[in-house]
């Protein structure tokens, strides 16, 4: 059984998109990160991605310019050219050889994180806004034991919209978990406990992918409630086969 834990965190100089401070706090210091809080004039997208988004609403057709861009300044850090990217199977984006990402937006926000795949088995971040939940929602994705911990996070600390940070935390574990396995993961299949300190541990309840030889029967995730969102992200890192 393995238990896969991040790496340490850092505090790095913003990105050159505006006021991109967030998400790159609860992300090891070799995971290139780009977000923005604004869709920038003049993003492009190359003909394949345009495809993507053809007959898309032009608020659709926005976040998904403005998170390639992000994309895009984040594959630079790693010092690799603008590239289309595309979707795979289920929708996951399709990463350049050697690299593994993730991509996020929400309501006034979008990022982009990657790493070398010689660092990283996968990565996975959402970011959502701090707000509860729509009704039914917390009952349609959350097991009986992480309501019951929602309701007594809620009552310990009632600033955190604890059933919305729930619903960030599993998008985060399966986009780790999809690149890992190719396999759907149902929103009943891994259970997530939360440390107020801003950590979380997801057990997954169903076999896990082999990483080195070994079952992965946990993901380790961080969280920071920060400028009206919440951001959750899980680092898988790379081990020697």
Same mark, same amino acid.
Request: charged share 20%; aromatic share 8%; hydrophobic share 45%.
């Given at each position: 059984?393995?238990?896969?834990?991040?790496? +340490? /965190?850092?505090?790095?100089?913003?990105?050159?998109?505006?006021?991109?401070?967030?998400?790159?706090?609860?992300? !090891?210091?070799?995971? %290139?990160?780009?977000?923005? &809080?604004?869709?920038?004039?003049?993003? #492009?997208?190359?003909?394949?991605?345009?495809?993507?988004?053809?007959?898309?609403?032009?608020? @659709?057709?926005?976040? &998904?310019?403005?998170?390639?861009?992000?994309?895009? /300044?984040?594959?630079?850090?790693?010092?690799?050219?603008?590239?289309?990217?595309?979707?795979?199977?289920?929708?996951?984006?399709?990463? !350049? $050889?050697?690299?593994?990402?993730?991509?996020?937006?929400?309501?006034?926000?979008?990022?982009?994180?990657?790493? @070398? =795949? =010689?660092?990283?088995?996968?990565?996975?971040?959402?970011?959502? !806004?701090?707000?509860? /939940?729509?009704?039914?929602?917390?009952?349609?994705?959350?097991?009986? $034991?992480?309501?019951?911990? #929602? %309701?007594?996070?809620? %009552?310990?600390?009632?600033?955190?919209?604890?059933?919305?940070?729930?619903?960030?935390?599993?998008?985060?574990?399966?986009?780790?978990?999809? !690149?890992?396995?190719?396999?759907? /993961?149902?929103?009943?299949?891994?259970?997530?406990?939360?440390? +107020?300190?801003? =950590? &979380?541990?997801?057990?997954?309840?169903? +076999?896990?992918?082999?990483?080195?030889?070994?079952?992965?029967?946990?993901?380790?995730?961080?969280?920071?409630?920060?400028?009206?969102?919440?951001? =959750?992200?899980?680092?898988? +890192?790379?081990? $020697?086969?």
């Amino acid at each position: 059984m393995v238990h896969l834990s991040p790496r +340490p /965190l850092r505090h790095r100089v913003p990105q050159r998109l505006p006021s991109a401070n967030v998400i790159e706090q609860i992300l !090891p210091s070799t995971v %290139a990160v780009a977000e923005s &809080f604004t869709d920038p004039a003049g993003v #492009t997208l190359f003909p394949e991605e345009e495809a993507l988004v053809a007959r898309s609403v032009e608020k @659709r057709r926005q976040e &998904f310019a403005t998170v390639r861009h992000c994309a895009r /300044l984040a594959l630079g850090e790693l010092g690799l050219a603008p590239a289309p990217i595309v979707s795979g199977a289920r929708g996951a984006p399709l990463w !350049p $050889a050697g690299v593994v990402g993730s991509m996020t937006h929400c309501d006034g926000y979008r990022a982009a994180v990657v790493g @070398r =795949t =010689t660092g990283f088995a996968s990565l996975g971040v959402d970011a959502e !806004p701090h707000a509860p /939940l729509p009704d039914g929602v917390l009952g349609a994705i959350a097991l009986s $034991a992480e309501r019951s911990r #929602t %309701a007594t996070l809620g %009552a310990v600390r009632p600033a955190v919209c604890w059933d919305r940070l729930l619903f960030s935390a599993k998008e985060a574990v399966y986009k780790a978990w999809f !690149p890992l396995t190719g396999r759907w /993961l149902d929103f009943s299949e891994a259970d997530i406990v939360f440390d +107020p300190a801003g =950590t &979380f541990e997801a057990r997954l309840l169903v +076999p896990g992918p082999v990483l080195g030889g070994a079952e992965v029967r946990a993901f380790a995730g961080r969280f920071l409630v920060e400028r009206g969102l919440v951001v =959750t992200a899980i680092s898988i +890192p790379a081990v $020697a086969s």
